[in-house]
């Protein structure tokens, strides 16, 4: 898989979930590594909307802002995940193809643990499911 990865700082999580991704096969991209959160959340939902990357994965200190910003980008559908089942859930329920992640409290091994939650769970087709979905 085609992963989008930003982040407005590099920390020992962020180096653990892409070591993590790359030793899980996956292409790994990286998208304003380094940047204001703003652009971090905006340049990895961009990749992701234009079918450069299947799936994304934003960091910053809390994980709002690089949410918020990506939720932006018409066609993102980013969510903030603490745990692995609500990873699981937002990719299930709201076919969320962005996961952020809060650099504070989130520690390497629950962080790795969304991530392979957010990636590894298929979104509900069903049809009340894709209604949701539905854009405006």
Known sequence: MRVAFGTDERTP?????????????HAVMFSAAGAEW????????????????????????????????ANKVRGARAALCTDAETARGARRWNDA????????LTSETVACEIVDAFLDEAADQSEAAVITRAEP
């Open 38 to 69: 703003p652009e971090v959340g905006r340049e990895v939902a961009v990749a992701v909307t234009s079918g450069a990357a299947d799936r994304g994965v934003v960091c910053c200190w809390t994980g709002t802002g690089v949410s918020i910003a």
């Open 97 to 104: 193809n962005v996961v952020a992640l809060g650099l504070r």
């Open 13 to 25: 999580v962020t180096d653990a979930v892409v070591a993590h991704l790359e030793a899980a096969g």
